[in-house]
């Protein structure tokens, strides 16, 4: 089966850099994903690695290890608007679903 | 282009009651999703839809619920009867094609069902 662990809680400043990691266990790996959530609202998507290395996307960017079964999310110029629980996803053996972890809620402070 | 819409946002029943969740999803959309989140656990998987057709139910936590998805389009997700632990936030995703293999989901804000 899949599963996913990540930090429950990450605490930070504006303006500052933040790392969220993500280690998995999964029999068949596509790549693997990141969602935020805002309280009330949709998760959605904010990339996808499927090969090792970093990509960036503005702010964000996600990295990815295969050979460590791990990942982890960097936002950078931290804002409040960033505040938002962060999940990280892997697809499940057959690839036709995403099977996501806990969340990490990120709490960003002036 | 609309999003992923659900209703109820909001359902507050009594256990043993009824509840049916309505998703539309984002149109062309042929994989559809359901999801639950109970307050600070995973985003847990219920089931995909391929069309019309349930790819795979695995999630689904018992008999007591049942996903339709009519003529490959609009999908609803009941719950009978419910109880206190089906309590949470049920989410519908889509994707198109094999999109479900790049990680992307659109989804929807959610139904927030409370039993009590």
């Known amino acids: 089966g899949q599963s996913l662990e990540q930090p429950s809680e990450v605490t930070a400043v504006e303006g500052a850099i933040v790392q969220i990691n993500c280690t998995y266990q999964?029999?068949?790996?596509?790549?693997l994903s990141w969602y935020q959530q805002h309280d009330g609202g949709a998760p959605t998507f904010l990339s996808y690695?499927?090969?090792?290395g970093l990509e960036e996307t503005g702010r964000f960017s996600s990295f990815l290890s295969r050979s460590d079964s791990y990942g982890y999310l960097l936002l950078q110029e931290l804002q409040m608007k960033d505040s938002a629980s962060y999940f990280c996803?892997?697809?499940?053996?057959?690839?036709?679903?995403?099977?996501f972890g806990k969340g990490t809620t990120l709490s960003v402070s002036s | 282009e609309a999003g992923v819409t659900q209703f109820p946002s909001h359902s507050v029943i009594e256990k043993g009651q009824t509840v049916t969740l309505r998703c539309d999803p984002i149109?062309?959309?042929?994989?559809l999703y359901w999801y639950r989140r109970v307050m600070g656990k995973e985003i847990k998987f219920l089931l995909h839809?391929?069309?019309?057709?349930?790819?795979?139910e695995s999630g689904m936590p018992n008999n007591r619920f049942l996903a339709e998805r009519t003529g490959g389009t609009y999908s609803t997700l009941k719950v009978q009867p419910a109880e206190l632990e089906d309590s949470g936030v049920y989410f519908c995703?889509?994707?198109?094609?094999?999109?479900?293999?790049?990680?992307?989901?659109?989804f929807g804000e959610g139904s927030r069902l409370t039993v009590l």
């Open positions: 995703a889509s994707s198109q094609g094999h999109r479900q293999n790049t990680g992307e989901l659109f």
């Open positions: 999964t029999s068949g790996f596509y790549g």
């Open positions: 690695n499927a090969l090792d």
């Open positions: 996803a892997v697809a499940n053996q057959a690839g036709t679903a995403l099977i």
């Open positions: 149109s062309g959309h042929d994989n």
């Open positions: 839809f391929v069309k019309e057709s349930k790819q795979d």
